[in-house]
């Protein structure tokens, strides 16, 4: 076999012979380039290589010279039988190479669009190549950016998963609740009715049988009197006397009695404490879906959702890319869309000169356009810019393109099938090995039949230019293209070798009219368009809901407080909780919070369907006062229906009504009033339980005698329980007390007490009003307190006057009540309420951390209850009238009524005992240190704070620690040391406990908020330095409320900031400046426990109150040195009765107040003795009223 | 520069896949046409057992011309001057295209066992040559155990 190839070799060119000459010495050579070469154009001869034999040249050349046919039989066999591949250039002719001008078998080279001889093409290739690989390089190197992208994306779709589920998941839970909510408001309301109706019935009755007695009594008397009181018969001086006696009284009872009809004809009246149309609508639209990027979701289930196109598509490049790829689709190839490749197929050759122009199908010079310097960029452009590229290329070429239609035509049905198909729908740059001739080539050199060829490794592109050298594919043989994809797609399957090559196959047999793949991102196929989109939008969404509810906190969460505490102030004395309705109201209240944190809406849902009142606090506020007590009416029923309870209390005379609370409690919670409400009122049990064990031990209160004295704890604690629970609830204790205390007590006391109760719940539950709901309302309190308590004073001695005998004086007290408004009343305050709600208040705050707000609370409480029991010795209507104006009474100021805030009626109610012991302050107990950095001394200390078990906190600014010391000023601990990490402070200010004893700390010159376990390990921080919200400039006082937000004194940022305990930003007050609610350098700051905020305005000498929201509520004080003027105010504490004590610098002096500002007295002098001071800074008021400040320059703590 | 044409590839394909005994020709690195050669000294002559090192060059028109060769080992011969050249007809006029590098290489082997010393390049070799072969054979193997065989 080897000679008889070496026979069909040329000896010349030593391959097969080409077009075999034989010359005369019978040697064969091959005509091109060999014969050629022999020639020696001057002798015209040719000498035999072989041989050396010389011939003469035919006239007509060397083509003269016979050819071998023998020869060339022997190789077309030869062909046969080895299969050798014929001659690629058979046929062809020489031409000169356009570059070497060489003589040689030319093709048009794509690169150079010139005709070149195969050395200079494969010169030509060879630069491709490297180009290529250059670009490759590139690609490689930026297609990082894809991958990210496609990271991306990937965790926008788990995003928006997550989040709908998420949000699908609140969505039931609302719902659940608002059904919940709905059904056991209906079942409550239908069962107050009820038992409404029972009661009146029964009073009815009552009433009735006693005036039938009384007529009957009447009329038998006057008949006597008529038969018998004459001469007739003979009577005895003292007889006549009596006789006279009671008819004189029974004129007077005649005249006085008088039944209200009105009374009963009160009809229980259904009154939605929102129009039904409108609760209906807000039921139901009690949320909605915020997107924030509008778009068409197909995936998100939401009710509000529009259509909009915008929801994920960002402009992001690729999606733009993506839109006109879209376009360009709809529009077919023919206009003015240029594909990539100028529509070619991969590695087609380019059409004949005359279409060269175009850069459409077929385009001569894509190919070149592939890696010459301008056309690849254009590819990538391609990408980004195609819209741009596309009206150039209609512009400039439409019409060369229309010329060329039918060729266009034509080329589109290839393209349907092959490469186009497993384009990329962003790029449209499709896959290279799924292109045919890819793919050929990848198993050529795989196969390695072909073993001439190699490849550069970069697999796809380099392969594609080799082509033209290797393999010459004679046009011939191109004729039919078709036929050539599938059979190398035959091949491919029967190879299968390779797995990119069956990818590839693959992708062409499926994908064929499908869009979607593109190489780098395979995962993003047609749908991907949108679904990236949206889980970017998604992800847009997210971070905007972040910050849309970080905008929206702001506005529900103060309202929150207010809405937990509404009640919590009410529900003070709520008896001793049974753990099921602590369970119950805790979980509730924790879920109320997780949606109210989450969306606005779900809270507001919240509050309209379950609590009537809580709702109006905080929505319709104040000014609508009435609805407020209406709705609460029948809820009070179901107070009736607890007799039991009743009985209990009245049996229990004197300790706090313990037992009877607690079913309501429970109610409370089940009838989801709001589970803020049950929250706190949880809360408030918890507290209760404590009072009980504490009110024994606290001698103080109790002991002033007082005639009513042992009712007052009941009625005090009852009212106090019921404002707490439900402000306006007076009714139910009302019938019980009353038919309890007829038995025990003058019914027309008793009566009064209730109506003072219900007064005072009344009060307190408009000063939580004005506290909380205050957000929402401007004038809450003026127009409230009136209204409010009357209707709730008229139900209080309506249901009060169940009892029979009592009829005249219930009417009476009734009409007090309406009355009240006007007539002043100084009553002497009842201490044993106050002491049993002032226990209470230690409760909280040795529980909570005992900071001088807490006091205010149970002022409230104690307030209230005082008055209780001011009331009990009163008969008179006027004495219950009036309660408001306790507070201004008690300063000497005039009444007015209408000016008397319900808060300040809380406060008002401060009894003689806190009073007087403030009055009595003036000598030191104890001071504690001196200046050093031993534990026990201090270096400018400044803040300072009641801990659990009246335990002292001091921040000991410039040793950078807290020191905490027990109540006897005994050295505890200290934590903390000179730093800016975690833990470490500089020279901090403010110090706060919190409920569950963590310490918060103002870390003054680190410009945040520190927070540490009671052990005093740091839990957190949050903020730095700054004016944004959240961010602090010298935070100087801080403290906590009972829900455990944080109030900060953002000093140089003249404002207060507020925050959840987590350190979340709620919200924010005040600002520069010294008109009503703007600060000047606010130093300390303290929350009553009627969430009244008092900021020591230090630069404006004054002290001011705001509501929980930020609202000014007053202010007092302004520069000078007389009693109630400052100088630079710093430390200000409230107690838990609403007194404010308030550490004034600039006089060295420390100045008390009542609870409505008025000055109580002041002491203090400058010095460094005992009692006096230098340079005051924070102060605090422990639970046994304890003053204790920080005397700066003497580096001490001094203890009143 | 343009490719090498078929030719040269498929010799220096064949050279390296089936060599002639003896002779050993690789082309450089940088210049396929550039061949480095070395071939052995024929046995029964006066080189024998050296390893004479020569280059070969492939003109532009090989193979219509005659390959360039040159020994660079000195040797001690009548047709071989100081500088290499060699005077061997197959490279001069009696060229052919149906020579390839292995046929020249192997005339250069073959010329080496029979100096022709009648047609001389180095003369005064050509001269002793035939005037004393005994010695100058003495003087070829002299040169070969002191050029050819060391390295």
Known sequence: MEQFESLLTCCVCLDRYRNPKLLPCQHSFCMEPCMDGLVDYVRRQVKCPECRAEHRIPYQGVQGFPTNVTLQRFLELHVQISGELPDPTAGQVMERCNVCSEKAYCAPCAHCDKKVCDDCKSAHMEVLRREITRINNQIRRGVHRLQDILGIVERNTSNL?????????????????????????????????????????????????????????????????????NDDVEWEDTELVDTKEIFLKTVEFLRNFDYEAGDYNRRIRFIMTHDPNQLVMHVASYGELNITNPAHTSGYGGSSLQPSQGLTRSKSDHRLATQFRQQEETKSYYDNDEPILGGRKFGERRPPPPEKPTREYGATDDYSGYESEHRPSRRFRSRFVRSHQQDNDSDTEQATRNIKSEHKEKEKEKVTDTEDATRGPLSGIFRLSDCPRVMQRMLDVDSGKKKEKKEPPPPPKPVQPTPPTQRRPPPARQQSEDDEISRLKRQNKATSSQEPERAAQRAVEEERNSITRKPPTPAREASSDGESDESLGTLQRNQRKNTTTATKTPVPTPRRPSATETPTSHRVPARAASTESSASTESSGSAVKHTGGDRTTPATTNGTVSGAQRIQSRFIGSQRPTPAPAPAEPAQEDSDSSSEEETDSSEESEEEPAPPRKPESQAMARTDIGPLLARSNNARTDAQDNKNKDSPAQPRYRTRPQPAEEETPRYGNSASSYSNRYGSKPKEEEPTSSFDDETKYPTARSRYLALKERRNRLARSKSSH??????????????????????????????????????????????????????????????????????????????????????????????????????????????????????????????????????????????????????????????????????????????????????????????????VFDSNGIFVKEFGQYGSSEGEFDCLAGVAVNRI????????????????????????????????????????????????????????????????????????????????????????????NTNRVLVSDSNNHRIQVFDVNGRVLSSFGEEGSEDGQFKFPRGVAVDDQGYIVVADSGNNRIQIFHPDGSFLRAFGSWGSSDGEFKGLEGIAVMSNGNIIVCDRENHRVQVF | MAALPRRIIKETQRLMQEPVPGISAVPSESNARYFHVIVTGPEDSPFEGGLFKLELFLPEDYPMSAPKVRFITKIYHPNIDRLGRICLDILKDKWSPALQIRTVLLSIQALLSAPNPDDPLANDVAELWKVNESEAIRNAKDWTRRYAMDN
């Open chain 1, 161 to 229: 998963q997550t989040n709908c589920a998420a949000v699908s998941g609140e969505v039931d839970e609302i719902h659940k609740r608002l059904a919940k909510a709905l059904k056991d408001r209906t079942d409550f309301l239908r069962n107050e009715i009820d038992r409404y109706l029972a009661t009146e019935l029964r009073n009815l009755t009552h009433l009735k049988d006693n005036l039938e007695l009384e007529l009957s009594n009447i009329q038998s008397n006057c008949d006597v009197a008529d038969k018998y009181m």
């Open chain 1, 770 to 963: 004005s506290g909380f709901g205050a957000g929402d309302d401007d004038d809450q309190d003026e127009p409230v307190s009136p209204t409010t308590a009357s209707p709730s004073a008229y139900l209080a001695a309506r249901y009060g006057s169940g009892t029979g005998g009592s009829e005249l004086s219930r009417s009476r007290s009734s009409h007090a009540l309406k009355s009240r408004e006007s007539s002043p009343e100084r009553p002497v305050a009842g201490e044993k309420d106050g002491a049993a709600l002032s226990s209470w208040a230690r409760y909280l705050k040795s529980k909570y951390g005992s900071r001088g707000k807490d006091r205010d609370t149970s002022g409230t409480s104690s307030s209230a209850s005082r008055r209780l029991s001011l009331g009990l010795p009163l008969r008179s209507a006027n004495e219950l009238a009036s309660s408001d104006d306790d507070s201004k009474n008690a300063a000497g100021s005039p009444i007015s009524p209408t000016a008397a805030t319900a808060a300040v009626a809380g406060f008002a109610a401060a009894g003689s005992s806190p009073r007087s012991q403030y009055l009595q302050k003036r000598r030191l107990q104890f001071s504690v240190g001196s200046r050093g950095s031993e534990p026990g001394y201090f270096t400018w200390p400044r803040g300072i704070a009641v801990g659990p078990d009246n335990t002292m906190v001091v921040a000991d600014s410039s040793n950078h620690r807290v020191q």
């Open chain 1, 997 to 1088: 004893g963590q310490y918060i700390i103002a870390d003054r010159y680190n410009h945040r908020i520190q927070v540490f376990d009671p052990a005093g390990r740091f839990l957190r921080s949050f903020g730095n330095q700054g004016t944004g919200d959240g961010k602090f400039n010298y935070p100087w006082g801080i403290t906590t409320d009972a829900l455990g937000f944080i109030y900060v004194c953002d000093k140089e940022n003249h404002r207060v900031q507020v925050f959840q305990s987590d350190g979340t930003f709620v919200g924010k007050f005040g600002s520069f400046g010294s008109k009503l609610g703007q600060l000047e350098h606010p130093h300390y700051i303290a929350v009553s």
